[in-house]
């Protein structure tokens, strides 16, 4: 039976396509087809898909060509069939696909034969291996692996919107790294960085799942945390300043290294917006940092 489809479309398709008749001869074979499977279009056209030129395989090894192929049942049924199966390329090994097939119809609404529309599962991990690593990219910072400034201000946001509409309340803190300077000038910039690191895994370890630290930069780390009142937001802050006191580096010539942080912050307002946000929490920690240092100081 001849097929009178324009298959023009379905040839510029990413996915390989090919469509059988109702003997599953195979009628049309394009280049995503191609790309897939090794296999050209001259080599398979004319040829019938039951003759195992794929080897159609489940994740148990059973051989669908034979028993549970989806262009048959779709054939046979005029229904549509999804699958995750496991073809044979050209050169011998197996390629993971997700296969959808459907039945074509002539103007007498007979079933003539059937479409497979077929994605390489290995594209699609691909593509979002390479969507989480940009994520990373854009979104961490690459010396301490925490969240970013950029990823603060995504976050600090939706915060003030859901505080719009649900009066979601948060605080926000800013930390400093107390004396660093002086750190880098003694002992280099590679402890600078390990204390950088120390104090960063220090603050996310010890915070809630709906909160959020990031590095603002330099010697600066901002954070985000849901409280209702300003005493919430000084016990957090006083809890991880006091976390990170405990805490010491020691470099190569066994000197052990004292850390500690000033913080200063405020909470959400009505009238509050991120730049007066960032601003009053920066206050704090101007108060904090020339009023002896290692303290917290809400405004």
């Known amino acids: ?37 090794g296999y050209t279009s001259e080599e398979v056209v004319n040829k019938y898909c039951h003759n195992n030129l794929l080897q159609h395989v489940d994740e148990t090894g059973k051989m669908l060509c034979f028993h549970g192929c989806p262009l048959h049942h779709t054939i046979e049924t005029g229904k549509m069939n999804q699958a995750h199966v496991f073809l044979r390329h ?7 696909v997700s296969v959808k097939s459907l039945p074509l119809y002539d103007e007498n609404e007979v079933i003539v034969g059937a479409i497979e529309v077929f994605t390489d599962e290995r ?9 989480e690593t940009l994520k990373d990219e854009i979104m961490k910072d690459p010396l301490t692996q925490i969240a970013n400034r950029r990823f603060f201000e995504f976050s600090l946001k ?5 505080f719009k509409i649900f009066n979601k309340n948060f605080g926000v803190l800013m930390f400093d790294i107390d004396h660093f300077k002086n750190v880098n000038d003694t002992f280099g910039h590679t402890v600078g960085d390990e204390i950088l690191k ?7 370890s010890n915070i809630k799942s709906n909160d959020v630290i990031s590095r603002w930069g330099g010697e600066e780390f901002v954070g985000l945390f849901e409280v209702n009142e300003e005493k919430d937001l000084f016990s957090i802050a006083e809890r991880l300043r006091s976390i990170v006191s405990k805490t010491s580096f020691k470099e190569l010539g066994n000197e052990e290294i004292k850390v500690t942080i000033s913080i200063g912050g405020t909470i ?10 960032i601003e009053k929490a920066d206050q704090g920690l101007y108060h904090s940092k020339h009023n002896g240092r290692n303290m917290t100081t809400i405004v």
């Open 90 to 96: 050209k050169e011998g090994y197996r390629v993971p």
């Open 198 to 204: 120390l104090v960063a895994k220090s603050l996310v």
């Open 1 to 37: 039976m001849s097929f009178n489809y324009d298959y023009s479309l379905m040839e510029q398709l990413f996915e390989g396509v090919y469509v059988v008749d109702t003997q599953r001869k195979i009628i049309f074979w394009n280049q995503g087809s191609e790309r897939i499977t």
């Open 123 to 131: 594209f699609q991990r691909d593509i979002i291996s390479e969507n």
């Open 268 to 277: 959400m307002r009505p009238l509050s917006h991120a730049k007066s946000l």
């Open 158 to 162: 939706k915060k003030i919107e859901q």
